[in-house]
Structure formats: structure tokens, C-alpha cells
């Protein structure tokens, strides 16, 4: 018995090779092509048949073409040009730096020359075209006004710096030399005339202005007075300092207000200028709008006289055409069912595997639809794979390898999920490397990065349960979500913390603080109050870290009760 099915297996074997090689004989591929070619011939028989009754229409056609449809498609042309200029008028009043203002008035510049250049060739009525010209002269004009604006701004920031660069003097002056009550009282009044002039840049009414221009009058007055009960050997560097402030925040011309005051003006005369000119170019786009509805009309009045030819041509062309028609009946139903029914099947299986419901795809059949349901497969094992391997890579900080500020939101909102539900205490604490940025400017930014692992390694050991989360928030600031722990645990977390830095020691020559690198924490606790849970808050976090920089850095702040170490 097995030697007869042995023998039969070999008997079944060239029968079922044969198969195959007719099959490979008759490829879907050959038969549509063989389909396509015969389906060209009979166009080109149809064609030639009907070409005698068609010939007045391919005039009329290539008239339409020859001399309306250039016409709208000049239009179109300009209607683009127009607002390309439109973006670039925003750009130009947009304009903070000399540069900007440059690339802006050049891309102008070009939309107006090509302006110029498809009105020359639309042959546009005087009236247009002289409203192109308002146009541009009306862009000079604002150009001159953003101009003027960038420099007026450099002014203020020069006078600004003037300032912070008069306020490190006098610092520097009241160190060196010996305090007294009159020489502090005299520094503090100094210090708020400063903090007040600075704050002429974010005024924006002259009339607020003008009533912070007559409080600084008094407080100079009073500044003058103070200085005169000042020692001897500080009265005179006192009055030099007070003539110095008078002269950048006062000075009729070139002060600080004056230049305020004129920015202001400034910026109102741009905005106007910016809003006139949008209006002339919304009035030039309706003009040519008007001249292109014309043109629409012209070439609608023409199509209607080719339809009704065309419509006498499709008359006599349809006997021959239903002739065509019955002859690919059986192609369209071969087509159906042969390509269309199983390419709808693999496009199912396709989306079902895109959305994780489907497994594998496969089509019947050994053809070329076959090979491309493989080649989905292949495709999608691949996507899944680099999709997985993205997703992993997205949660985590390339730098220093901890989870990154997406993760940190998924595990933050998780974990309020849970503590709302178990009624349990939630802490997020927000830590911010104390200046940072003079340490890349002065260690250089390969070395921040160093330190930056560091910071994230030191952190991490005072984290010693598998719950606790620490991430990378953005640049030098870093997040941490303690579960399951109230107040005390977050001070002690903290403290922790601040003494695993000094204990470091890592070299921060240029802190402010200390000689190594040292770290601020805001600290944000979720309890229970008279029966209810408030639930910790990133912002209440960045608060309390906000409130422990300003109050000195190197310390934690308790946003509950405001406790700082």
C-alpha cells in the first residue's frame, strides 16, 4: 500500500506542476493587457469614424482654448500674486529686526514685479493698473514706518540695557563702600525709580505713560533729596548716578519715555498704514475679480454654443459607441470579479489589520494580487514593529535616559485617577537646576549635558520606591510624582535631595548660590480637607518652584502652606 501511494504521488506530480505552469501562462497581468490593447483599437476605430463630424467642434474648442481660457487662467494668476502680497504686507508690519523687514520687502517686491509683469500681459484696464501703483507706494510708505519702528525699538532696548548696566554700578558703589541708613534708603528709592522705568516697555496706554512720567519727576526729587544726606565722599557719585538716570529715562528726545511714547505712536501709524493697504489690495483683487467675471461669462456664452454641437455629435456617435459597450461587457465582468471582489476582500482584511482585529492577510489565487496581499503582510509586520519600537522611544528622554514630560502626563493622570479613588495623598514635586544657563555658557553645552545626567542620576537615588516617577519636564527642569505620600514624606523627599547636591558637589564656579551645583524644588501635596481630596497640580508646583527661586534658590517651597528650607 505504501508503494502504491508512493507511485500515485508521483503520478500527481507532473499533473499538478502542469497546472501551475498553465496558470503562469494565463497571468492576470497578461489578460488585462491583452484587454486594454484591444480596448485602444476599438477606440481608435470609434475615433476615426467620428473625426469627419467632429472637426467644426475642434474649432470651436481651440478657439475657446486659444483665446478665453488663457484669459482665466491670468486671473487665477493674479488673484494668487494678490495674496501672496496680502502675506507678505502681514510679514512686513509684522516685522521685529532688521532682517525680517528685509526678507519681507523682498518677497514684496517680487509679488509686485510679478504683478507688474501679468498686467502688462492681461492688458489691464488704467484704472487697475494705477491702483497697483497706490499699492506700491502705499508699501513704501509702511515700509518706512517698520523702519523706523526697528530702530526705535533698538533705542529702547540700548536705553533698557543702559539702565540694568547703571543699576550693577550702584550695587557694585553701595558694596564697596560702607553702608549707612541714609546710603540704603537712598539705594532702595534708586532701585524702584529703576524697577519703574523698566516698566515704561510694557505700558501701553500714553496715557499711563505720561502718569508714570510725573511720578518718576517726584521720585527724582526726592531721590536728589536723599542724596543730599548722604556722606561726603558719596554725595557726588550719588548726583552722578541720579543725572545718568535722569538723562536715559527724562531726556526730551532721547529718553526712555520719549522713545516709549514715540514707539507707541509709531505702532499705531503701522497698524493704520498696514490696514489701508490691505484694503487697496482687497479693492485691486475685486477689480480684477469684476474683469474676470466678464471673461467667465464671455467663455460660459461659448461652451454653451460647443454643447449643443457636441450635443449633435454624441447623437450620431452613440450607435457606434453601444456597439463598443456590449463588446467589454464580459471584460467589466471579468474584471469584477476576477480583480474588483478580491481586491475589496484584501483591502477589508487590510483595514482589519490596521486596527488590530485582522491577523494575517491573504488572497486566493496565485497571481499578481496574490504577491500584493504578501507584500501587505510583509508591510504590516514592519509597520507594527517600528511602531512599537516608536512608541517606547517617544516616552523616554533621549539624554537622560529617564521618562520624558509625555510620559510624566500619562503617569500624572493616571496616578490622580487612583489617588481620587483610594483617597490617598499625592505628591508632585517640580526641580529646577539653579543657573543653568551660566553653566552651559561657561562649561560649554557638552559639559551641561554631562551634568545634566548627573542631576537626573542624583535625583533618581532619593527615589527609592518602583512607583516613584522622575522625568525630564523640559531643558533644566525635571518632575517628580510621589504616590501614597502626604506632606511630611515630600519635605523629607526634598531635603533629601538638596542634601544628596551638596553632598555632590558637583563644581558650579559661576552659581549664584553656592560654589557647586545646587537645585530649587516646588512642592505640590494632595490631602484630605473636612471630608474631601485636593488633588496636587503641576501649576501649584511651579508656583511654590517660582516662589523658592525668587526667595534665594537652593531650597524647597511648600505651595500648601507656603513653608520654605
Known sequence: MAETADMTSQQGRPAVSKRLRLRRLYSLSGIINLSLVTLIIAVMILAYTTYSKLSSFEQSLNSMMDKSLPGVIQSGKLYSQMNLLLSGTEQLSMANSE???????????????????????????HHITSQLSSVERELD???????????????????????????RQIDTDLIASNPTTASTSWSLLFSRIMLLSAELTSLDQLSEIRLRQSNLDHLFISLSELADTLPADQQQSAQLAIAALSETV??????????????LKILGRVQGRSNFVRNLIADYAR?????SHQLNQAVLGQAAKTSRLVEQQVKQASL???????????????????VVNRLKTLNKQVQQRSTGEG????????????????????????????????EEMSLRDALTGIANRRAFDDYYSQALNVASRQRWPLTVLLIDVDYFKQYNDNYGHSQGDVCLKQVASLIKQQMPRKTDILARYGGEEFAVLLPDTNEQGAITVARNILDAFKNAQIPHDFSGVADHVTVSIGISVGQ????????????AADKALYKAKRTGRNRWVNDADEDEQ
Open 250 to 263: 527724562l531726556h526730551p528726545n532721547s529718553g526712555l519715555i520719549a522713545q516709549r511714547q514715540l514707539q
Open 528 to 539: 484630605q480637607q473636612d471630608g474631601r481630596i485636593t488633588l496636587p497640580s503641576v501649576e
Open 141 to 167: 510708505e509702511l515700509n518706512a514706518l517698520v523702519e523706523k519702528r526697528i530702530a526705535i525699538n533698538n533705542k529702547i532696548d540700548r536705553l533698557t540695557a543702559k539702565l540694568f548696566a547703571l543699576q
Open 287 to 291: 477689480l480684477n475679480e469684476f474683469e
Open 99 to 125: 532682517a525680517m523687514r528685509r526678507i519681507a520687502k523682498n518677497a514684496i517686491t517680487l509679488q509686485l514685479d510679478g504683478l507688474h509683469k501679468l498686467s502688462q500681459e492681461h492688458e489691464q484696464t
Open 359 to 390: 491577523h494575517l492577510i491573504t488572497v486566493s489565487g496565485k497571481d499578481e494580487i496574490t504577491e500584493l496581499a504578501q507584500s501587505f503582510e510583509r508591510f504590516a509586520t514592519t509597520i507594527e514593529l517600528q511602531k512599537n519600537t516608536l
Open 320 to 338: 457606434l459607441f453601444i456597439i463598443v459597450l456590449f463588446a467589454y461587457i464580459g471584460f467589466a465582468v471579468f474584471i469584477q470579479r476576477v
